[in-house]
Antibody
Framework: QVQLQESGPGLVKPSQTLSLTCTVS??????????WSWIRQHPGKGLEWIGY???????YYNPSLESRVTMSEDTSKNQFSLKLSSVIAADAAIYYC????????????WGQGTLVTVSS | QSALTQPASVSGSPGQSITISCTGT?????????VSWHQQHPGKAPKVTIY???NRPSGVSNRFSGSKSGNTASLTISGLQAEDEAYYYC???????????FGGGTKLTVL
């Protein structure tokens, strides 16, 4: 049973870069079977897909965030990461990492989520 | 405004059945069998309840079922229980730019 766990600073200053890591256990990220995704949820709101990364290093981002998003992977640690630059108050949210079935079709596992606050 | 349309709320009494709809387009819900439903209790992470329109992950009660007709997918919960009270989000693969899109979520209240 795969497990995903987000980690990173819970507080980021405006204009700085948000950096989060997802550690995967119970399965390797170096597989062609899955994509590895970031999704966020603003307080009391719905879910917003941020993007995902494939084992090859290929990335796919939500066009609304693409200019500020960078995803990467560290296969030696079985981790993948999210960087969101020039954060603003509207980036405050719970950030989830998730595993997505091959082809980027469906989420099949979620992390527990981590709350990020944007404040000076 | 979410890409997929769900009712904001539904309610039912214990033991009853309810259905939550999720309406999209032929580029997402109607075009692919990649519709999922995610249950989210307050303060918790979402949990996949249905995938591939009508498949249940291991451990999910058979009281949960999914279906699709045209551009609308549906989640049905039978024999409602208090523990079913939660938010439910649908998601779908899309052939447009964002790959996975979500509905706005439906709050299920068990009366």
């Amino acid at each position: 049973q795969v497990q995903l766990q987000e980690s990173g600073p819970g507080l980021v200053k405006p204009s700085q870069t948000l950096s989060l890591t997802c550690t995967v256990s119970g399965g390797s990220i170096s597989t062609s079977d899955y994509y590895w995704s970031w999704i966020r949820q603003h307080p009391g709101k719905g879910l917003e897909w941020i993007g995902y990364i494939y084992y090859s290093g290929s990335t796919y981002y939500n066009p609304s965030l693409e200019s500020r998003v960078t995803m990467s992977e560290d296969t030696s640690k079985n981790q993948f990461s999210l960087k969101l630059s020039s954060v603003i108050a509207a980036d405050a949210a719970i950030y989830y990492c998730a595993r997505v079935r091959g082809g980027g079709t469906e989420i099949d596992s979620w992390g527990q989520g981590t709350l990020v606050t944007v404040s000076s | 405004q979410s890409a997929l349309t769900q009712p904001a709320s539904v309610s039912g009494s214990p033991g009853q059945s309810i259905t939550i709809s999720c309406t999209g387009t032929s580029s997402d819900v109607g075009g692919y069998n990649y519709v999922s439903w995610h249950q989210q209790h307050p303060g918790k992470a979402p949990k996949v309840t249905i995938y591939g329109v009508s498949n249940r992950p291991s451990g999910v009660s058979n009281r949960f079922s999914g279906s699709k007709s045209g551009n609308t997918a549906s989640l049905t919960i039978s024999g409602l229980q208090a523990e079913d009270e939660a938010y439910y989000y649908c998601s779908s693969y899309t052939s447009t730019t964002t790959y996975i899109i979500f509905g706005g979520g439906t709050k299920l209240t068990v009366l």
